[in-house]
């Protein structure tokens, strides 16, 4: 089955900086990608998605790019902000709208 | 605020037990799907429905079995529980069953099996 592994695990900035967070999977037949910020204690929200046919995202100071090729995808976080602070999931899904998600990152963003 | 809703927020059981969760979908959306997310690890995949049948399924056993009713709100119900089904229970909504629409996550059920 589909395997997504995601790094880091932890990423600590400083308030302005950017954050990069990065994502692999393993089934090429995945054609969805949706990144999810999950604050403590509440529910996985959808932030940004991209899909196989699309190399590039981009909404406000959020990006993705995907590589389907090297069967990777990137979250980029510019111009940080406390707010920002929680833990990020990205997922890979394909035609029976499974989605495998991968382990999370915890983002600090320190004022 | 999306619209899918859980029942209930929390719930305590002991080994062996049995337990049912309650998910209502978005207005306008006719799947859902079950997630297991244990502590500090991402969803896992239970299982899909759709139209109320059941759609695609994870990694777990057949004593993790659910329903979909004509609403299209869901039931997901575990058999002989164990301890390791401790965790939060995500159902999350979406519009079609393709693997390129959007879901939305409810608030979750925390389930602690003792």
């Known amino acids: 089955g589909e395997n997504v592994e995601q790094h880091p695990s932890t990423l600590s900035v400083q308030e302005g900086d950017s954050a990069v967070i990065k994502c692999t999977y393993s089934?090429?037949?995945?054609?969805?990608f949706p990144w999810y910020k999950q604050e403590l204690g509440k529910r996985p929200q959808l932030i940004i998605d991209?899909?196989?046919?699309?190399g590039e995202k981009k909404d406000q100071r959020i990006a993705v790019t995907l590589n389907k090729t090297a069967k990777h995808f990137s979250l980029h976080i510019t111009e940080t902000q406390p707010e920002d602070s929680a833990v990020y999931f990205c997922?890979?899904?394909?035609?029976?709208?499974?989605?495998?998600f991968g382990d999370g990152t915890t983002l600090t963003v320190k004022p | 605020e999306t619209g899918v809703t859980q029942s209930p927020t929390h719930l305590i059981k002991t080994r062996g037990q049995q337990v049912t969760l309650r998910c209502s979908s978005q207005?306008?959306?006719?799947?859902v799907s079950w997630y297991q997310q244990a502590l500090g690890q991402g969803p896992q995949f239970i299982f899909q429905?759709?139209?109320?049948?059941?759609?695609g399924r994870g990694n777990f056993p057949p004593r993790f079995s659910g329903l979909q009713f004509p609403n299209y709100s869901s039931e997901l119900n575990v058999n002989a529980l164990e301890l390791d089904d401790s965790a939060l229970y995500l159902c999350?909504?979406?519009?079609?069953?393709?693997?390129?629409?959007?879901?939305?996550f409810g608030p979750g059920t925390r389930l602690t099996v003792l």
């Open positions: 429905y759709y139209r109320e049948e059941e759609n």
């Open positions: 997922a890979a899904s394909k035609g029976a709208g499974k989605s495998t």
């Open positions: 089934d090429s037949a995945s054609n969805y």
């Open positions: 207005s306008g959306h006719n799947t």
């Open positions: 991209i899909r196989s046919n699309v």
């Open positions: 999350a909504s979406s519009g079609a069953s393709g693997g390129d629409t959007p879901q939305y």
